[in-house]
T-cell receptor, first 114, second 110 residues
Framework: GAGVSQSPSNKVTEKGKDVELRCDPI?????LYWYRQSLGQGLEFLIY????????KSGLPSDRFSAERTGGSVSTLTIQRTQQEDSAVYLC????????????FGQGTRLTVV | DAKTTQPPSMDCAEGRAANLPCNHS???????VYWYRQIHSQGPQYIIH???NNETNEMASLIITEDRKSSTLILPHATLRDTAVYYC???????????FGAGTTVTVRA
């Protein structure tokens, strides 16, 4: 595809359930980011996959959150035992891992935990 | 990241130039300055970036001071559609990680 694709675009889940959010980055982009944006708030960094280097997981808020990137392409963000405070828009971005190239963002997945 | 500081908000009149400042006094010599914006309910959008020289594209101009401690994003003729949160970022030179601060909320008024 031409851009970063995220699915689903909207997800409503019951408290305590697990959810998986998917990100399809731009082909060839070695860097992939996940961010969270709660209503009216800024972009909160979650995790950064940086090519062959170990991912930077420093932004994951708890051990209920995990992410993987298979084959250097598609990434999945998993939230276990969802809580109401997990409700937010989850944004994915990808870039070529160089100093001189921009990142491209998907439109996000809006997660609502009821 | 080199820490960046921006004013929390600013207003601009439609049709006038909008000048958005950013301080990045701890930036390293090989770290670029990037600008993104986020229009309500959309994902962030890249605007422009630069290292030392001033840059211009179809969206904006970027003016970087000679000492590289600050920069200004210029929207030459602001429109109502330019209302957004604007982020100034200086990704780390060792791993290019993007971290977003609070940005500047720009409101363009008719």
């Amino acid at each position: 595809g031409a851009g970063v694709s995220q699915s689903p675009s909207n997800k409503v889940t019951e408290k305590g359930k697990d959810v998986e959010l998917r990100c399809d980055p731009i082909s060839g982009h070695t860097a992939l980011y996940w961010y969270r944006q709660s209503l009216g708030q800024g972009l909160e960094f979650l995790i950064y996959f940086q090519g062959n280097s170990a991912p930077d997981k420093s932004g994951l808020p708890s051990d209920r959150f995990s992410a993987e990137r298979t084959g250097g392409s598609v990434s999945t963000l998993t939230i276990q035992r969802t809580q109401q405070e997990d409700s937010a828009v989850y944004l994915c971005a990808s870039s070529q891992r160089t100093a001189d190239t921009e990142a491209f963002f998907g439109q996000g997945t809006r997660l609502t935990v009821v | 990241d080199a820490k960046t500081t921006q004013p929390p908000s600013m207003d601009c009149a439609e049709g006038r130039a909008a000048n958005l400042p950013c301080n990045h006094s701890t930036i390293s010599g090989n770290e670029y300055v990037y600008w993104y914006r986020q229009i309500h309910s959309q994902g962030p959008q890249y605007i422009i970036h630069g290292l030392k020289n001033n840059e211009t594209n179809e969206m904006a101009s970027l003016i970087i001071t000679e000492d590289r401690k600050s920069s200004t994003l210029i929207l030459p003729h602001a429109t109502l559609r330019d209302t957004a949160v604007y982020y100034c970022i200086a990704p780390r030179a060792n791993d290019y990680k993007l971290s977003f601060g609070a940005g500047t909320t720009v409101t363009v008024r008719a």
